[in-house]
């Protein structure tokens, strides 16, 4: 019998401990996985769609976004997954889950909430996770997933958990305060958009730095620079795109860069031929953790493309790699210039 995977979400851990304690109390096939935030669920989700049953999710976190507000997401991302709605304060947002959520979840509980109630709906929402229909979309959206992120579909980019995976790997680089300076989002360099952008910090030799997310969460992807790209799902191809998705989109933003920097020199007086003027630039391709990438091909493609996951894109790799980069003397003049004009 296969398992069942309840999540809690609360800001308080008494109170995920209480409830795990009391579900596993009940039921012998259930694995419960604890979240303390709205971040923490939404990062989770993004990377493990399909995984859960049952979400059982607080609406009061303190500060920022609640549980109420993260809704469309968890249901663009995750549409078949039940979600009971969980607080102490039903008075205060007891209009709210009426009139916003109330299409969203599959039942609301009010803190303290007994243990037959409980039990009760957390049997009833595990019963229509099971039918038929839930099962059906739970498919279809595993497929969906993928396609929408393939797609050159810009509304559907901008208002998917493919813009989430953005959002999540341009906070982690606004991290790297000790090794990256000024990232952007979304910047367009000679009508190249690029997703995140960024340039080393002193005393790191300078250098542009290109971050392109890929978002194909649960997915095997093979193919080089030269072939079509495959995505298959459970052993299965879904999609068979070609290579711009992958490779020559990561490619074109370099060379565009590269113009747009020879541009500006040229324009201050600078011989563009003398590579110690021009930094460095260095693309990182940045997938979601759950997408298989040891079957691409990567013999042909840019040398100064990595391909990556969003796991292993740290301070460290960024220090590493620039530091092993083609040694450049990038005059103060010169940074100054491509700092305030490369994505103008």
């Given at each position: 019998?296969?398992?069942?995977?309840?999540?809690?979400?609360?800001?308080?851990?008494?109170?995920?401990?209480?409830?795990?304690?009391?579900?596993?109390?009940?039921?012998?096939?259930?694995?419960?996985?604890?979240?303390?935030?709205?971040?923490?669920?939404?990062?989770?989700?993004?990377?493990?769609?399909?995984?859960?049953?049952?979400?059982?999710?607080?609406?009061?976190?303190?500060?920022?976004?609640?549980?109420?507000?993260?809704?469309?997401?968890i249901k663009q991302t995750a549409p078949s997954l039940q979600i009971i709605l969980l607080?102490?304060?039903?008075?205060?947002?007891?209009?709210?889950?009426?009139?916003?959520a109330g299409d969203m979840i599959f039942d609301f509980m009010s803190k303290p909430v007994?243990?037959?109630e409980l039990i009760i709906k957390i049997k009833k929402a595990l019963k229509t996770q099971?039918?038929?229909?839930?099962?059906?979309?739970?498919?279809?959206?595993?497929?969906?997933?993928?396609?929408?992120?393939?797609?050159?579909?810009?509304?559907?980019?901008?208002?998917?958990?493919?813009?989430?995976?953005?959002?999540?790997?341009?906070?982690?680089?606004?991290?790297?305060?000790?090794?990256?300076?000024?990232?952007?989002?979304?910047?367009?360099?000679?009508?190249?958009?690029?997703?995140?952008?960024?340039?080393?910090?002193?005393?790191?030799?300078?250098?542009?730095?290109?971050?392109?997310?890929?978002?194909?969460?649960?997915?095997?992807?093979?193919?080089?620079?030269?072939?079509?790209?495959?995505?298959?799902?459970?052993?299965?191809?879904?999609?068979?795109?070609?290579?711009?998705?992958?490779?020559?989109?990561?490619?074109?933003?370099?060379?565009?860069?590269?113009?747009?920097?020879?541009?500006?020199?040229?324009?201050?007086?600078?011989?563009?031929?003398?590579?110690?003027?021009?930094?460095?630039?260095?693309?990182?391709?940045?997938?979601?953790?759950?997408?298989?990438?040891?079957?691409?091909?990567?013999?042909?493609?840019?040398?100064?493309?990595?391909?990556?996951?969003?796991?292993?894109?740290?301070?460290?790799?960024?220090?590493?790699?620039?530091?092993?980069?083609?040694?450049?003397?990038?005059?103060?003049?010169?940074?100054?210039?491509?700092?305030?004009?490369?994505?103008?």
């Amino acid at each position: 019998m296969e398992k069942k995977i309840i999540a809690l979400t609360d800001d308080d851990s008494n109170i995920r401990n209480a409830l795990e304690r009391t579900i596993l109390k009940h039921f012998d096939n259930v694995e419960i996985k604890q979240f303390s935030s709205t971040l923490e669920i939404k990062k989770f989700l993004l990377n493990n769609p399909n995984t859960l049953n049952l979400l059982i999710l607080d609406i009061h976190f303190g500060v920022g976004e609640t549980g109420i507000d993260i809704l469309p997401f968890i249901k663009q991302t995750a549409p078949s997954l039940q979600i009971i709605l969980l607080s102490a304060m039903e008075k205060t947002y007891g209009e709210s889950v009426t009139e916003v959520a109330g299409d969203m979840i599959f039942d609301f509980m009010s803190k303290p909430v007994t243990e037959t109630e409980l039990i009760i709906k957390i049997k009833k929402a595990l019963k229509t996770q099971e039918s038929s229909l839930n099962k059906t979309v739970r498919d279809l959206q595993s497929k969906n997933t993928i396609l929408s992120s393939i797609l050159d579909n810009r509304q559907q980019v901008q208002n998917g958990a493919g813009r989430a995976f953005e959002e999540e790997i341009f906070n982690k680089i606004s991290q790297f305060t000790k090794v990256i300076s000024e990232p952007k989002k979304n910047a367009v360099v000679l009508g190249q958009e690029i997703d995140i952008i960024a340039f080393t910090k002193p005393p790191l030799p300078f250098a542009v730095l290109i971050f392109e997310t890929k978002y194909f969460p649960n997915a095997k992807l093979i193919g080089g620079a030269n072939e079509d790209t495959k995505i298959i799902i459970d052993g299965k191809e879904m999609l068979s795109e070609k290579r711009r998705n992958l490779f020559e989109q990561t490619d074109n933003q370099f060379k565009q860069v590269s113009k747009k920097i020879e541009k500006i020199l040229k324009e201050n007086n600078f011989n563009i031929r003398d590579e110690f003027y021009r930094p460095f630039i260095q693309t990182f391709a940045v997938f979601t953790d759950s997408t298989d990438i040891t079957g691409l091909n990567l013999k042909n493609s840019n040398r100064y493309t990595k391909f990556l996951k969003a796991k292993d894109l740290t301070s460290d790799l960024i220090i590493k790699t620039v530091f092993s980069s083609p040694k450049r003397n990038v005059t103060e003049q010169v940074k100054k210039l491509i700092l305030e004009n490369l994505t103008k």
